[in-house]
């Protein structure tokens, strides 16, 4: 690949085939703006296969080459995304069934069985005959494999597909009884034959039955996946990814990551309108991804699609605001990210997305977008030494799919939400205001290297997490674990004994029960008399309010109401040679600042850039023997820059003594 | 049955049968509690029945046994209200079909056809097994005959037998097509067989059609239970009840009283939530639902579910503060339950109600919720000697189904929501603040016997309530009537001539208008010059204002704004030996304190304990010779009882001098 | 017709066939009302032809010459909108398809396939045996045609009717591909039998499909309805009309027109709770319904149906306040209609619209609003002079609905609301405080003889509308365009090029880009210096704010706030003879009487009154010789008139002086 990041986006120029001039005009604005990379036929089916078994890859020829010519570089998808009428048409089993059973009729996008053996193998021709026509282009750098995987099929196929890997993941029917509790409501199975799907005109009520469903269809997503990428494979070493979604709940990603050569994901923050307009919470919730995904491969991702203007599927097509195309790409490359990718190049001129922001618009007038582009491209040419760099992250916090599933799937302790994200990004923001850089990882990512890890809400334990989690904190890390933790197994069973299960002792207390405060009620959490952290603050507690008996820890902070009043909302146990924190409640955004600075010392992890006022990043990649410090200001003030900051280190852009709102300072340290 | 109360609750053992050391766990915390009772076989059909015909009653043997020697009544229920999957697989037609005509898969609880011949014929020949092996034994008490019937199917089985319950209750078409209007919109039909259930994909717009559907819901239920009955009843003398449900509105309990031997019913209150956290509210709801289910038999009932701790499908599991549960346990046995029994014994370790609330929890320690009920136990035993009395009210207000169904169903005059409930609430807070019990009562129930009637909204007049009404003020009874009172007829045909239908002479008016105000928007209800109940305040009315002339009526407060300024909002008219109330909207919570102080003497009611602050409630049982009184105090603050309350008697339970927020004081008078 | 405005409404009297004293009773009230006029025959059909082919007029015959003889005019209606209930038994293609593809059953009344041949056969049939019978009747005045056509079927037979209107609508599917674009998504079509109407289950994202397929359905109906017309036409010379409904976003009513002999419809606004109970609002809005149905044929229309008291559909039946009934009927004969009619003249006694509000309730006493109908039938006699003359407006205002469903239909910019008729109300309140009549119109209307025309968020320009508003300002026309104005073409594909499309010189700017703020987010707009129109207040923006270059047109008003201030919210540039303003967002109410008040004259136009005050209206319909002006207001206080309003005028009814709180003056000038 390029030793440039690369820039570009999304670019379906099928649309104006009969209008060559437009291609040309395009090729013109990309210079321009120094495209140097687009991505080609995501929505191409029907032009590449017109009818069934005929190919034409003529025009897809045409315009690689084209590229080629420009010094463009070309990501090349697979068309699976969306396929063409006529496979639906004379092959209905390659239509979804919906789970209240219907057979879906052929239109929108996601819309095909990932177990259809019709549609796999239709998929397998076409991307064999693209790997041999495209897999040695010159300017080809990568496969792109499908679009935004996702949804789920309850067609027959399927059902049987389900029962099949049930089969294999419990051995016997008796067994899966058991792990389910099928004997509650009477619900026994026989066999596996009597098991469907979930469906709210039939079994919507068996938390087990949904959570494994819903790994069923991580897996078939997969491993239709992976038919692809052998197909690609045939006749080209391209690395492969995949464009994947943000906090999306229908996939367990950390399964994915195994199968490509490098992660890629598409992000379409509500800048300006999201979170009550606040950008600072904007921009922690991208990072909260950007890590997750660097996360995934511990290696440069790319950002594969975001929207350089506004887009046109939100509640408020909200402008973005000047800076914040440059802000948002720079916030990618800050985390991990080797390119700036939009969709897309060019607005479709009809159709559902044709008011989605792109580079180039249907006036092919210079807009305000196309300036700011050309000044992002000149930023990333500036900064070029840091594409293939790495983080190198001593903190973690666990963000775990699975454990999400079973937990927001349960009845209960709140089915007004449990606001796991916003705990999430609360943590993750205390994390970052100590100046350091933090991974976000599936509980089944080895936790060795970290210093510090953090288990918000992790519901579910399982694959022996609680004994990974004992022998973390004992070989001298500081564990930070939640309330409503160490819950269930994997089967979404409640395990028996005392709670936090495995980590009673580690924590040195134990979970009695959990209280659930309306939306609008709140408690405090009160500083406990001489408490080990020093902490003289008040905060409130919302949402859930863990009440549990401590054994050998010590308080942090005690509850300030209610019948639970001196409780622990926050406590400190030593084991082994490590520390185990306990938080029992969801804390205002404060306290993880508080809470983290007084722990980061301790946990003996030195920040990037430490004394960060709300809103200010930082975060630092290195390529084993540069370190690039990144600066982001998300805040709506100007911050002026402490003079130590980057003092005697190399500025590659922005200014070491001011950073304006949106504002990017890059230095080499 | 024993002299205590029953004190236990819903057992579910199957759950752990390859764990015998959890049902020995499980009694010693028993008797720590001083469980009496148990409800087993709720859930156990596919244990008792593992393949069609075969039976195998081993386990549930073994365990009433097992409850036998320790001491423990069984209540035992009939499992059809969750089948084997064996059963749908093998007979469809015992799953129902949706109002949009879709047959349901498998899956969830409340999902069988009650018209179906083969269910029917399966439910009895398991139930008749049943009766023949445990309708004898020694520590069966009582049959639970299903589970919270409820829903609804419209296969074409129920169809037929829809069309045959109308063909007996009109005797013609024509009788139909005219009671129903149906000459309206050209829907005239020509035979029984043009009829269809009520469907959001057909007819959904004929109140008749849905009010005789709802009927014939009831009807239908009504019979499969009877049929269910006569199964246990062939070997078996033991008492039957089913359990229902809070103010569940797609059956007519009414229906099902004469066939049951007792009432029982499920109440899961939302303390510490519900009415915007107001435990008042809470309380008065509560009492309203005991009173209903006591007075379908005027006899002790069974409270047969409640939640020892929070459940886990209301929005929040909101923890029962110390003493709440007690305090609700105790109001249920204050309004004529003689029995306190949860659901459920144990936490179900997986499935969707493992996060529900049970006396022993997943982790076998002993809990507060534990200690709690240990002590509601031994409050139990103290006043054991209330256990069989009854409750005798002079005072009844009227909650009818059949006529909530016409007035909630119907379109208009207020879509954006009538109140009827926070209406009837209001009314029975202050009758309860004049210190009197209170029946709440059907309109089919008779009427001799009280003193005083209140008729909140009566939409429906049916089988000459009417005439009945009438003679109750005829003969020196006190008649309060509401809005929207005698509007329509069992068909929900609106009656011609005055209104309220036959009452406009007893009240001395006649409604002209009904006016509908907006989400908050109010009236003001002022005193009426020299009005004989001396009213000197104002009270705030919202959502209905009824404007109706006087005839012989005497206005007691008058509207004071918009166009009906000046007419009656409350009017007093004397009728026979009676007197006949009239309230023309829903007014604020006070005015019916004040109301019913001022009329309550004049009713010639003597309050069981007058002066009462809100939130206080005094209740009374008498068994013939001794009459038990009950105080309550369910607002936020201890209350001192004036010295007078309880002078000269004897304290069973609880301090006569102060009553503290929660707190139960049981006395003999 | 009759010198008198019609006056009466709809009547069943079907419902009482067997009750005779209830239809005299009926004629006694009319009589004593004034009613001169009824529509019979809605609902019929199921008596007119009870069974197949057998007819049975007698009762309808009886009913027409019972009115006769009481010299009653009669509206007769085709009974299609409500079939019997044999006739879907027989041939259940009669019954709607729904989007999802499920036959609906027989049930409610909009429920039967416009393409069915079978169905279509039935109605000719029975309008054809009408025509013969009813055709010539003295007393019968004109054909009601159906009632409220609405709703679609997506049936087989629709199926292929829409693929045959698409084949001639686009001759080649290689055309239609390129129109919506199907490139995009891969969703080439290859033949129109590829085509399937919209569906959640199906293609549900294409704009280019929804909205031919809206069109089709028009198409559709109005193919019906000219069948109707065809067989009522056979034997009789009788006007015709069907009743159409407010701003009713399944049709497009402007393609009804040339098949009608004159337009009616049907208003029931929400007076008392509508726009937060500010009668103003629902004052303009009704106005803006009146004038967009009198502008289809430019001459008078009728109130075909209105409630006499309070509907029983909308979330609230809130009572008219005295006066409203009379001013809401006389607000529709100021702007241009020619009859007062209600449903219903007497309330059903059951059935879903028994709560609807008529002239004569169910107790058949003499009500409140009979007494005010009363009163409003002399008002009508006083000024029955104005029968039959038409109102001549120099201002238009445009409201087309294909531009809507394209606009309304895309996805972005603002998917949480456009506010197109929020914003089309405010402008049309500005133009009416001018106290100048305004037509509201299709794009397609001709724009000769306006001097005013004013284009609110016209998205879509068809058939050649840039090029006729460029005539109309060329010519000397005032042009007002506002934002999101010509963008797309009549396939909702976006215009290449400057925008809004075609009028870039003519307003002399360009959008660059769209904002949309979030609900509760303001912009300001702040006067221009030294701007043309002398503006000097400022004023709020809201919902959507566009961002436009000028190049010859000077700015009015430019934003006060945010990365766009300075750039201008409105604008005025001169045009060949013409001016053109262009407005940029949605300003406040107060905004659009302050800008029309400075250009109004500039116009040429001369207001009917001037100097009006918010909340009084004037309009005026003239004979060719005399012109009748009514004032009305509905504001909350009467309003002293200024002695020159009415000087020397002849006062037809009213005062001259003072104008009371929805009080109407009417007189001849």
Redesign the interface.
């Known amino acids: 690949m390029s030793a440039e990041f690369h820039f570009g986006g999304d670019y ?1 120029p ?2 104006w ?2 209008h060559p001039d437009i291609l040309e005009e395009d090729i013109r604005h990309f210079h321009r703006m120094g495209i140097n990379t687009v991505t080609l036929n995501v ?5 590449l296969e ?2 069934e078994g005929r190919y034409d890859f003529s025009f897809l020829s045409f315009v690689i080459k084209r590229m080629g010519e420009e010094g463009i570089s070309v990501i090349l998808a697979t ?1 699976s995304g ?5 496979l639906a ?1 004379k092959y209905p089993e390659v239509l979804r069934v ?1 789970d ?3 057979r ?6 996601h819309n095909h069985c990932y177990t259809s053996p019709v549609y796999r193998e239709k998929v397998r021709l076409l991307n064999e005959r693209l790997s041999e026509e495209f897999g040695h282009a010159e300017n080809v750098i990568a496969w792109h494999i499908s679009n935004e995987y996702g949804g789920e099929c309850h067609c027959p196929l399927c059902q049987d597909a389900f029962r099949n890997w049930l089969r294999k993941r419990y051995g016997s029917i008796e067994e899966l009884n ?13 066999s596996f034959d ?1 098991i ?1 799907s979930p ?1 709210p ?8 039955l949904a959570l494994d469903w819903k790994r069923f269809v991580t897996y078939q997503t997969v491993d239709f996946m992976s038919e692809e990428i052998k197909a690609v494979r045939k006749y080209s070493e391209l690395p492969v990814t995949t464009n994947m979604m943000y906090d999306y709940d229908g996939l367990d990603y950390s399964r994915f990551a195994d199968s490509l050569d490098f992660i890629s994901w598409d992000n379409y923050p509500s800048w300006g ?1 999201g979170f009550g ?1 606040d950008g600072v919470l904007v921009a922690a919730d991208n990072a909260i991804e950007h890590d997750y995904f660097r996360s995934l491969k511990n290696k440069p991702f790319f950002l594969m699609e975001s929207c350089p ?11 973005k ?2 800076g914040v195309l440059e802000a948002a790409s720079l916030e990618a490359v800050a985390h991990g990210s080797d390119s700036v990718l939009f969709f897309q190049m060019r ?10 922001g792109a580079l180039i618009d ?4 210079c ?2 977008v196309m300036k700011e582009a050309e000044e992002l491209g000149k930023k990333l040419r500036m900064i070029s030494r840091v594409k293939g760099s790495i983080v190198h992250a001593e903190a973690a916090v666990i963000n775990d799919r699975e454990s999400r599933w079973a937990m927001e799937g ?7 939400g449990l606001h796991f994200r916003d705990n999430l990004r609360r943590i993750y923001l205390g994390l970052r205001s100590c100046g350091i850089d933090v991974d976000v990882i599936d509980s089944e990512h080895p936790f060795d290297g970290y210093k510090l890890l953090v288990v918000p809400m992790l519901y579910m334990f399982r694959s022996g997490a609680e004994q990974r989690l004992r022998e973390f904190a004992a070989d001298g890390g500081t564990l930070v674990v939640t309330h409503w933790s160490g819950v ?1 197994d994997e ?9 936090p299960h495995g980590l009673a002792d580690v924590l040195g207390l ?1 979970r ?7 939306d609008g ?1 709140t408690n405090t959490a009160v500083p406990a008399a001489g408490n080990k952290l020093g902490m003289k603050r008040s905060y409130e507690c919302s949402v859930l309010a863990e009440v549990a008996e401590l054994t050998s820890a010590s308080p942090v902070l005690v509850y300030g109401d ?2 639970y009043k001196g409780y622990p909302a926050a406590a400190v146990n030593s084991y082994g040679s490590g520390r185990a924190y306990y938080i029992a409640s969801m804390l205002e955004e404060g306290f993880y600042a508080d809470f983290f600075a007084s722990i980061i010392a301790g946990c003996g992890i030195e920040p990037v850039v430490s004394g960060l006022p709300r809103g200010v990043f930082a975060s630092r990649r290195t390529d084993g023997e540069k370190n690039f410090v990144f600066m982001q200001n998300f805040s709506a003030s100007e911050v002026i820059l402490d003079s130590s900051v980057a003092s005697g280190c190399r500025i590659i852009a922005g200014s070491p003594e001011r950073l304006p709102s949106y504002g990017t300072l890059v230095f080499e340290k």
């Open positions: 379906n099928e649309q085939m009969d929505f191409s089916w029907a032009f017109p009818e068309p969306a396929r063409p009428k006529w048409a919906t209240d059973r219907r879906m009729l052929f239109g929108e996008r058991r792990r389910w509790n099928n004997a509650f409501w009477s619900h026994i199975c026989r009597d469907e469906s005109i039939g079994e919507h009520k068996n938390p087990s309108t307009g203007a506004a887009t046109n599927w939100q509640p408020y097509s909200h402008l605001r000047p607005n479709s001129y009809a159709g559902y997305e044709k008011f989605h249907n006036s092919g007038r807009t305000r349960a009845a209960g302790p709140r089915n007004a269930a089967c979404d069973a409640v395990y028996p004994g005392l709670s134990y009695t029960e959990i209280d659930a405060l309306a009620k209610d019948f």
